[in-house]
């Protein structure tokens, strides 16, 4: 919005053309975000802690839970929003159809899970709105994205599944794209969703995927780096390294307030809008594998919990002592700090191996 009405005036004020460079709106999008989140942060807190929007705790948890996390807020993920969608009103290009795309995924899976959110606090326990429910809405709005995305885009590459560490390998997913990026969305959106048990466990390695996508995305649209990287060349998409700069900027900013002891959670609202968009820049980019191994903390905290249900439906014997599997070393008597900073330094590793793939092919 404002990097539009400043592209007005170019040629009267030379200057200007520094807001024609993506690295230069980035930094803004960041920047911007995150004192957006600094500066809302103290009284969204104040207020949602007055109105009693508390997160309720799960009973079958680890039992330090009831007396450290009882009586914090939560749906802190409306403060991320507000701070990622003003940064990316202001120096994103609106009408880049891969910028609305990931407006729309990040909003309305933020919806969702506000309405899961409140479902909770009105109950006053874990459960919200059902299972079955949340899939099958997060299916329909991936599903609506991905057709409206598809009438606006059509380039055979968007089809098209790229593997890493292989140049020539590549596969026409065909009419199966659809399925098969509605499983990418939904299935990031819920890990994430899954991640997010712990003080600050879910940020920063949203902080990390994000930041790796942001160069990626970058590059993928800059023909020249594309072409010295050997990648798929996608006009358009190096408007996505805004986007992804404004979640950077949200979550270090919500970090403030969500690093060990909590002030606040992020809740559905944030879990599921994040991860879902992380998802949508994954499909856009084309590397939602190298999605997979950046974002393979989320991996593995939705695959212990598949394995824990598995396992309990077909043999009625548990795995871990608690899915998804930071509670199993809570239980295993690990600090939750201790938890959380492992598992920080585990998705830098995964995010370097990520980057890693962009010259190895």
């Known amino acids: ?3 539009e009405f400043l592209l007005n005036y170019i040629e009267l004020f030379s ?3 520094v807001f024609k460079y993506i690295t230069f709106r980035t930094g803004l999008a960041v920047f911007t975000s995150l004192v957006i989140v600094l500066i809302i942060g103290g009284p969204f807190i104040r207020f949602f802690s007055n109105r009693k929007i508390l997160n309720p705790i799960r009973e079958d948890g680890p039992s330090d839970h009831i007396v450290k996390k009882i009586g914090t807020p939560t749906m802190g993920g409306v403060i991320i929003l507000t701070g990622l969608l003003v940064s990316v009103f202001l120096w994103g290009n609106l009408k880049n159809i891969y910028v609305l795309f990931c407006l729309y995924i990040v909003v309305s899976f933020g919806l969702l899970g506000a309405l899961d959110d409140y479902k909770k606090i009105k109950n006053g326990n874990s459960s919200g ?7 099958i809405t997060q299916i329909i709005l991936a ?4 057709m409206i995305l598809t009438m606006f885009i059509d380039y055979q590459e968007l089809r098209n599944l790229y ?3 292989f140049k020539n390998l590549i596969i026409n997913l065909g009419w199966f794209f659809i399925p098969f990026s509605v499983f990418v969305i939904v299935g990031s959106s819920n890990a994430v969703n899954l991640t997010d048990g712990l003080d600050g466990l879910a940020t920063v390695p949203v902080i990390l995927v994000a930041g790796c996508f942001a160069f990626i995305s970058y590059v993928t649209g800059n023909i020249v780096f594309s072409d010295y990287l050997q990648i798929t060349y996608i006009e358009g998409t190096g408007e996505i390294a805004i986007f992804c700069g404004a979640v950077i900027g949200a979550c270090l900013g919500f970090l403030w307030f969500n690093a060990p002891p909590a002030k606040i959670f992020m809740g559905d609202t944030g879990s599921l809008s994040l991860g879902g968009s992380l998802g949508a820049v ?6 939602e594998i190298v999605l997979a191994i950046t974002g393979g903390l989320f991996v593995l905290e939705a695959f212990s919990v598949m394995v824990q249900v ?6 009625g014997k548990r795995i871990f002592k608690m899915a998804p599997i930071h509670h199993h070393f809570e239980k295993k008597g690990w600090p939750e700090s201790t938890v959380v900073i492992r598992f920080w330094i585990i998705s830098i590793i995964l995010a370097m191996i990520g980057l890693a793939t962009l010259k190895l092919r």
Not at 129 to 135: G, L, N, Q
């Open 15 to 17: 200057f200007l053309n």
């Open 282 to 287: 994954g499909i856009i980019t084309k590397h």
């Open 143 to 146: 599903i609506i994205g991905l």
């Open 1 to 3: 919005m404002l990097y």
């Open 163 to 165: 593997f890493p560490f």
């Open 129 to 135: 709105v059902s299972f079955k429910f949340k899939i």
């Open 310 to 315: 598995i396992s309990f439906k077909l043999t």
